[in-house]
């Protein structure tokens, strides 16, 4: 499946923590923001970490699922990993 995921969050320690842990998962295309191409399996792990982190109410974070037609109506104007461009991990 492939994930948009935002955040905004204020704590400088728990931003951190959050942008080293996607950066695990996918390629950060913005300051805030990560294109994540992840199993069902993986992806129930990665919520459970998130959630566990974010227990504060100023924080935001927002998981967007992109379906396989709008990857392919998708464009990028970067010089960046072609968009959802899978990456191999070990987590």
């Known amino acids: 499946m492939q994930l948009l995921i935002a955040y905004d969050i204020q704590d400088d320690k728990r931003r951190k923590k959050i942008s080293d842990m996607l950066e695990g998962f996918g390629y950060r295309v913005n300051f805030s923001v990560f294109e994540i191409n992840i199993s069902k399996t993986k992806y129930t792990k990665l919520l459970r ?33 072609r968009i959802f461009e899978p990456k191999e991990m070990f987590v």
């Open 49 to 81: 970490h998130l959630q566990e982190i974010l227990a504060k109410k100023e924080d935001s974070l927002r998981i967007y699922h992109i379906c396989e037609n709008c990857i392919k109506q998708s464009i990028e104007l970067c010089r960046k990993p």
